[in-house]
């Protein structure tokens, strides 16, 4: 078994069996992973029935709740997303805004589900929007409890306009080859020092000028009332 | 000795003696730092003369270098900035164009001089923007070498449209509290974390495809050309 | 019948008949137009068929075209989304990917067939992220072909962190009633202001330094290559 | 004379008499503007005095109010940025704060004194990051009363990561060269369009739901009490 996952949810639009240039660079950051004792799996959400909705379950045949199971007993949590209109694409904000439902739970320190999980992206799109697309995604992943290493990303993207996509262009690309390698190197080695030295505290209740004492009390109201 | 130490970027437009609404957000989180044996410094920004650029030091009386200083020295930085029409102030902006001539510099794993600190931010606005001013704000700190911990974060924003600034409205507002409390704990505990298990590998040269052996030379020709 | 037409694309993540906050704020502006002899439609996309996709016919069901159709109608566009996470909705982006699928349509003066519509934003959210959605919807319905109006917004947050919803909250915030009269009438002026003076330049081909003269040949062109 | 007067404010971050890769795209756009009757000013705001701050005149030498009285009396008004962090620059942020005073004046309308006016943008980086810096700032330019035709930007970017410049790479574009052209003659259609048909509606008093005989009254008061 190996030492550490890594779950990959693939934001494309194109369901299977279609090819998804995400994809595509998502599986170099694999190529690093497999040398560095990370399982890795790759979740196309489109090809799931997700629907939209902010709870952990939307009932009526939502598969989400697969997703979510596989999303927590993953180490790495990377959402690899394409670029439309200059940000991440919509499967990816639906993705964001399905977990708004872990809020609502605690693990046994009382923290959210994803915390002590680290976070990355892979993003690519024929131009621009890589740094909106992935400033957000990562920003949200800390507000659900993932820590981000330094250089966490990813991405491709050509030149100013339409033109071709990651697969076109040849998958050569020299940024994108060493940010690969960077940010893979880099989540490995934060998951391995938070499984050394995992956060213990806590999540702090509302307010939270409170003693230590009374935090645990604190929480599970917050827990019952919220 | 304090066993940390944190430096807070205070990137608000007014020249002291001004009362700053970001400086008494930050003195919130210092108030935990306190607590957590981290020795805090706050530099306001306008107080110095800053130049425009992406150098280290843009020379004729530019004052960068003594900040930059400071920022080398510290486990912990915080950018703490007003929002301005919906995202981070000017002065932030020219803070992480700054930090852009650490790009050059390799310390001595052969990593760029932020790496192994870790980066929070503070916000305030009398509305809308902390999203944005923070999302941006973190993630160009993680491409300069930071980490950053879950809910690296606190902001306050009244409701929509003008309204009072954060020390109008109080500064009792119970999720700015809570996310005070939060961000100082985590900020701390993965500075230690890292300090523990520091990221040792030196970043990888464009193409990055290399052998492990063949990287130490790359980097090499990498600093000397680039 | 009316003199101008407007149609509201409701973002929601709710189907009917849930309520909706960001409708009830639509319908705000909706009074205003009642009153300046335009005619308004709310389509709350969700309670649609619409598949992800960047074509205006993903097929197999996709009753994206009934939509579309109800948009080429309209003279004033309005999308009216809530805030998840800091950004518009993942429905939000939905519609701006499938109108994508219009780059490939020109209409009789040779432009997409969004030209001379103007184009709006209702925000709504618990906190924060109105500048976010509202920026980058209105600037992508700028490069799909409309116009925007000064104070083309309108949106209500509440303060800081979690909290009441708009209509929890009273629908009575004295800058989001300034706003949704100042879009209302803006939009209709603009509308007017284009019906007097459409645009009736074609597009421009790919390269554009072209002598007028030749521009309508290199579009046909454009059209049957692209 | 002639029949239309344009503004660009050029945000580089180098003083003159260095070269700016925004400048160089800017001047494409003045090519077609000269064509079309409009008189064309560039001004490089890093060559002036402009002062952190957000009124229209920040005292000891502040040299702000000469550019503002340019810009109000221009009918069309360019921000040209390049991108830093993928975001735009310090400079650019650092003009829009400014402009912040003018919601404090009001034309004879009883309107923002940029009403009636035109907005468009220029952006140049060596990569990612054009959409983030155009939306942000045309977006920032309506609230501030100026209205923005269909495809209301150019922009030049490069692939992914560190790369040559705007003229390093030629300046020959097709996508670039086709936004220039297209975003020029927008922005003269919509200025004439707006001469044709001003707003005349004053903006409205906070509340707005007065009658219209009230409003005049109001926005005296809001005035003389703001």
């Given at each position: 078994m190996a030492e550490l996952s890594a779950v990959f949810l693939n934001c494309t639009l194109k369901p299977s069996p279609a090819v998804s240039n995400t994809e595509a660079l998502a599986r170099k950051v694999i190529e690093w992973f497999d040398q560095s004792d990370v399982e890795s799996e790759i979740v196309r959400i489109v090809d799931y029935n997700v629907k939209p909705g902010v709870t952990s379950d939307e009932g009526d045949g939502d598969e989400w709740p697969l997703i979510l199971q596989k999303i927590k007993q993953a180490d790495i949590i990377v959402i690899a997303t394409p670029i439309w209109f200059g940000v991440r694409a919509s499967i990816a904000q639906l993705v964001i805004e399905r977990l708004?439902?872990?809020?609502g739970e605690r693990n046994e320190?009382?923290?959210?589900?994803?915390?002590?999980k680290v976070a990355g992206v892979v993003i690519t799109g024929n131009e621009d929007g890589a740094h909106s697309a992935a400033e957000t995604t990562l920003f949200n992943l800390t507000h659900l409890g993932c820590a981000v290493p330094p250089n966490p990303d990813t991405y491709w993207v050509g030149d100013a306009g339409p033109g071709p996509s990651y697969l076109e262009a040849g998958q050569d690309h020299e940024y994108t080859k060493r940010t690969t390698r960077w940010m893979a190197l880099n989540l490995v080695h934060l998951a391995k020092a938070l499984k050394a030295n995992p956060f213990t505290e806590p999540i702090p209740p509302p307010?939270?000028?409170?003693?230590p004492e009374d935090a645990a009390a604190a929480i599970q109201e917050d827990l019952l009332g919220g």
């Open positions: 708004d439902g872990t809020y320190q009382g923290q959210y589900p994803l915390y002590n307010g939270a000028e409170l003693e």
